[in-house]
């Protein structure tokens, strides 16, 4: 298990056999974390990590909607993403499959598929955000934890925290 530290309080992980779980508290209701997760306007401003920006993010939320992304590198380099839905409980869960695209949203090899089932759980007036990232094997968690995907979701959940502290995103 490793915990990284913020300002207020740690991103959690533990990694098993072919899945890694993050955990974070915000001080947010859950609705407002769920939106902040769900919608184009916000997931601009949090999603990757610094310093990549979010250029185009589309959102079509229901069962079988794609999320397709792009992040942007300071030098210009883009990497595209997109993830399909399967599951969308406002505001207590969503789950979707999730890998790298092309910019027209066909999915690539570039990474393996992951499976994220991510809860938003009511926690002492705040929430609990969960997510759970699952893999077909053991050899493609670990593919994807040498590319940094833990470290990389310690930053995004740690930026979407100081938009809730600073008052962002209410």
């Not at 207020?8 to 890694?20: D, L, P, Q, Y």
């Not at 947010?28 to 916000?42: C, K, W």
């Not at 595209?80 to 949203?105: K, N």
């Amino acid at each position: 298990m490793t915990t990284n530290q913020s300002a207020n309080n740690a991103v959690t992980t533990r990694i098993e056999e072919k899945e890694f779980i993050t955990e974070r508290i915000f001080n947010a209701p859950p609705e407002l974390v769920f939106d902040a997760y769900t919608q184009p306007e916000h997931l601009k401003r949090w999603w990757a990590p610094l310093p990549y920006t979010i250029p185009t993010c589309n959102v079509d939320l229901r069962p079988g909607g794609v999320w397709h992304y792009s992040m942007c590198s300071p030098e210009g380099e883009v990497h595209w993403a997109r993830s399909v839905y399967r599951e969308i409980v406002r505001p207590e869960r969503l789950e979707y499959t999730s890998t790298f695209a092309d910019e027209h949203g066909n999915a690539t090899d570039d990474i393996p598929e992951q499976l994220n089932k991510v809860t938003f759980e009511p926690f002492e007036g705040r929430t609990k955000l969960t997510i759970r990232v699952q893999f077909d094997t053991q050899a493609d968690l670990q593919a994807t934890l040498k590319m940094g995907m833990v470290e990389g979701m310690t930053m995004i959940f740690n930026h979407l925290d100081e938009l809730f502290v600073k008052g962002e995103i209410a």
